[in-house]
C-alpha cells in the first residue's frame, strides 16, 4: 500500500473514531433494542413545596430536585470552580455607542422538555419576572447590576427598561448599570467581574423559564406534572403531592428533536428514570425515614439522603458535604415584645447552637454566622465563613443576655410543620423552653406550607397573617454571601410592591427591619463587581445585620448520602446537588420487567 493510501486510511479510522467518541453515530449506543435504559428508586429529598426556581425555597433539599430539572447557564462543579451549561462562553466588553460595560453569554443550543429549543428570550422572560414588583423572590437583588433593574423591582420603571435583551436565540446581552465599581474609593465606571457576575448567576433561580407555560397556567405550572416544562437532563413525568415525583429523562436534552437519530440518549442521559416515592396514596401512608431505610436495606432503593437523626447514626459512614443553608429564626422587628434589637440579639444569644445541633443529631453543625459554610470569600479555597469566623453573640455574652433581665411578654414561634421531617419542631420547641425560663410566655405552632408562605408574604392580601418568631430554612443555593445578607434590606428585599400604591418603592422585608445605614451598606455592596471588595463589604453587613438581629442564625444544614454498591456514576456537585446524568444501575434490565416498584405504584 502506498504511502498516501495508508495516511488516508488513517485519517478516515480517526474521524470515524471521532464521531463514534462524540456519539455521532447512532449505532455506538449501549442500549438494546426497546430497553429505554435504567428506572432507579431513590430519595434523594422530601417532597418540594414548589418547583418554581425563582420562588423562596423552605427546604435545602428542594436544590436537588432543580440541579436534574433545570440548566442554567453556568453551575458551580465538584472542584467549587464556574462551569458553563447552557453558556458556551461569556465575556463582557465597553460599549462606546451605549457608554456603557456588558456581558455577553453564548448559548449552546438544546431544547426544553416539549421539544422547543432553549433561546436568549427564555432568560429574559424568567430574569424580568424575578424583577417584577408583583414577584416575591429573595434573589432579586442579585440582578441589580444590571441597568435600571433596582428601579424596575421598585416599580419607578416598566420591564421594558431593564437593560437585557436577547440579540438572537443563542446570545443574551447584558447592560451593567453604571453605579457599578471594580475600583477602590468612589469612583464609578459601570464595570462588574465577568466571572463574578456568571458566578451569581449559577444559583438555580436564574434558570430559564418558557414564557406561555408560565403565563398560561400561572398558579399551577410548578407543581403540575402536566404544566411544567424543563430543560434539564429529566422531565417531571410524574407528581402526586406527597406521595410521588417521577423523574424522566428530558429526550431533547443537548439533542434537536429534529435530529434524533444522530446522538445516541443514552450518552447524554443514561438512566430512563429516578422514581421518588414518599408515600402511597392508596393507603394513605407517608413514609418515613425508618421506611426508607428499611427499603435500602432491602435492595429496593439505590441511593439514600435527607437524613434525620436515625439515619446519621445508622450510616455513619455516609458521605458528607456541606450545604449552602442557614435555618434561622426571624423576628418580626414590629412586634411589641421583639422592637428592641437588644431583646432580639439577647434572645439569639440565649440560644445554644450546639445542644440544637445535638438535639438534630443529623449531621448539622451550630451556626456561627449568617451566612453558611460552602459560600465564597474570594473561591472555594478561601470561604467565607472560615474567612470571617464566629460572630454569633453565645451564652458566654453575659452582658448581651443581660437585657432580658424584666422583661415580660408572649409570643408564638411558627415552623413549616412537616409529615417526615420533625427538625423545624424539635428546634421550636427547644427555644420557647429556653426563652421561657426567662419569664416570656412562649407558644409553638407548626403551619401548613400554605399559611406558611402567607406569614412569610409581603403582598398586600397577606398583610393580616403575621409571625412574632418563625423558623426559616435560608436555602439560597447561591455562593455568593450577599444573597444570604442583603434580603433583609429594604432595598433588595425583593417583596412584592403593589402597583396601585399612590407612592411606590421599596418592599420591607417580611421582618419589618428598616435601618438606613444597613441598607446603605447593602446597596453599595451590591453594585461592587470586584470580588474582594465585595466580600469585604459582606464581612461589614453580616455584622451589621447580627447587631440589628432580625434573623437567628441556628445552624447550617449538611447533605449525606449513601449509595448500593449496584449504582455508580453519581456524582456530588459543589453545594451538595447531585448528578445523576450517566448513573448506572447493574441488573436494571431485569428489575425494569416488574409491574410494581417500590410502593405498590405502577410505573408505566
Not at 436534574?68 to 458553563?84: A, Q
Not at 448559548?107 to 422547543?116: A, H, I, N, V, Y
Not at 429573595?138 to 440579540?167: Q, R
Not at 407555560?213 to 403540575?224: G, I, Q
Request: charged share 25%; hydrophobic share 40%.
Amino acid at each position: 500500500m502506498s504511502k498516501s493510501k495508508i495516511i488516508a486510511l488513517i485519517i478516515v479510522i480517526a474521524l470515524i473514531g471521532g464521531l463514534v467518541a462524540f456519539g455521532f453515530i447512532s449505532s455506538c449506543s449501549s442500549l438494546s433494542e426497546n430497553d429505554k435504559g435504567a428506572r432507579i428508586p431513590i430519595h434523594i429529598a422530601s417532597f418540594p413545596e414548589s418547583l418554581d426556581p425563582a420562588s423562596q425555597q423552605y427546604d435545602e433539599d428542594t436544590a436537588q430536585f432543580f440541579s436534574l430539572i433545570y440548566s442554567g447557564l453556568t453551575r458551580i462543579n465538584s472542584k467549587g470552580e464556574v462551569e458553563g451549561v447552557l453558556a458556551d462562553k461569556w465575556y463582557g466588553e465597553y460599549s462606546e455607542r451605549d457608554g456603557a460595560y456588558k456581558i455577553y453569554f453564548q448559548l449552546k443550543e438544546t431544547f426544553w422538555s416539549d421539544g422547543s429549543r432553549v433561546s436568549a428570550d427564555d432568560f429574559v422572560f424568567a430574569w424580568k419576572r424575578i424583577l417584577s414588583p408583583d414577584f416575591e423572590s429573595p434573589y432579586a437583588s442579585m440582578l441589580y447590576p444590571i441597568m435600571n433593574a433596582a428601579e424596575v423591582k421598585a416599580g419607578n420603571m416598566t420591564s421594558d427598561d431593564l437593560k437585557i435583551a436577547a440579540l438572537d436565540w443563542d446570545l443574551l446581552e447584558i447592560m451593567i448599570d453604571t453605579d457599578c465599581t471594580t475600583v477602590s474609593g468612589d469612583e464609578k465606571n459601570g464595570e462588574f467581574d465577568v466571572n463574578l457576575f456568571a458566578e451569581i448567576v449559577s444559583a438555580p433561580a436564574f434558570s430559564p423559564l418558557k414564557e406561555d407555560v408560565v403565563s398560561r397556567n400561572e398558579e399551577t405550572w410548578f407543581n403540575t406534572a402536566t404544566d411544567i416544562r424543563t430543560n434539564g437532563p429529566f422531565k417531571v413525568a410524574n407528581m402526586e403531592e406527597g406521595v410521588q415525583l417521577v423523574l424522566e429523562r428530558n429526550a431533547y436534552f443537548m439533542r434537536s428533536p429534529e435530529k434524533e437519530d444522530d446522538i445516541p440518549l443514552d450518552k447524554k442521559v443514561l438512566p430512563h428514570k429516578l422514581l421518588c416515592y414518599f408515600g402511597n396514596s392508596e393507603e394513605k401512608t407517608v413514609y418515613t425515614m425508618a421506611d426508607f431505610m428499611s427499603q435500602y436495606e432491602n435492595g429496593d432503593l439505590f441511593y439514600l439522603s435527607n437524613f434525620n437523626k436515625e439515619a446519621a447514626s445508622a450510616y455513619s459512614d455516609a458521605s458528607k458535604s456541606d450545604v449552602m443553608s442557614t435555618y434561622a429564626f426571624f423576628f418580626n422587628t414590629k412586634n411589641d415584645v421583639l422592637a428592641d434589637a437588644e431583646v432580639r440579639v439577647a434572645l439569639s444569644a440565649a440560644l445554644d447552637r450546639n445542644e440544637i445541633a445535638n438535639i438534630l443529631g443529623d449531621g448539622s453543625v451550630a451556626a456561627t454566622g449568617v451566612v453558611p459554610h460552602s459560600v465564597f470569600y474570594t473561591g472555594v479555597k478561601e470561604t467565607f465563613r472560615n474567612k470571617v469566623g464566629n460572630k454569633i453573640a453565645t451564652q458566654a455574652d453575659t452582658s448581651k443576655i443581660s437585657a432580658l433581665s424584666g422583661k415580660k411578654g408572649s409570643f408564638t414561634i411558627t415552623y413549616l410543620d412537616s409529615k417526615d421531617d420533625e427538625s423545624a419542631k424539635l428546634v421550636a420547641e427547644y427555644a420557647a423552653d429556653v426563652w421561657s425560663k426567662y419569664g416570656f410566655s412562649v407558644k409553638t405552632k407548626g403551619v401548613d406550607a400554605d399559611d406558611y408562605s402567607k406569614a412569610l408574604s409581603t403582598a398586600p392580601e397577606n398583610a393580616d397573617v403575621t409571625y412574632d418568631v418563625i423558623g426559616v430554612n435560608l436555602a439560597m443555593h447561591s455562593t455568593d454571601a450577599l444573597s444570604y445578607l442583603a434580603q433583609f434590606s429594604t432595598v433588595c428585599s425583593g417583596g412584592y410592591i403593589s402597583i396601585a400604591l399612590d407612592s411606590l418603592g421599596y418592599a420591607v422585608h417580611s421582618t419589618g427591619l428598616e435601618d438606613e445605614s444597613f441598607d446603605a451598606l447593602v446597596k453599595e455592596a451590591i453594585y461592587c463587581g470586584n470580588r474582594a471588595e465585595r466580600a469585604a463589604k459582606s464581612v461589614v453587613i453580616e455584622e451589621k445585620l447580627l447587631e440589628l438581629c432580625p434573623v437567628a442564625p441556628l445552624y447550617f444544614s449538611t447533605s449525606s448520602y449513601v449509595t448500593s454498591d449496584k449504582l455508580s456514576k453519581v456524582e456530588q456537585l459543589y453545594g451538595g446537588a447531585m448528578d445523576f446524568d450517566r448513573a448506572k444501575l447493574e441488573g436494571y434490565e431485569e428489575r425494569n420487567r416488574s409491574e410494581e416498584i417500590l410502593s405498590g405504584v405502577i410505573d408505566e
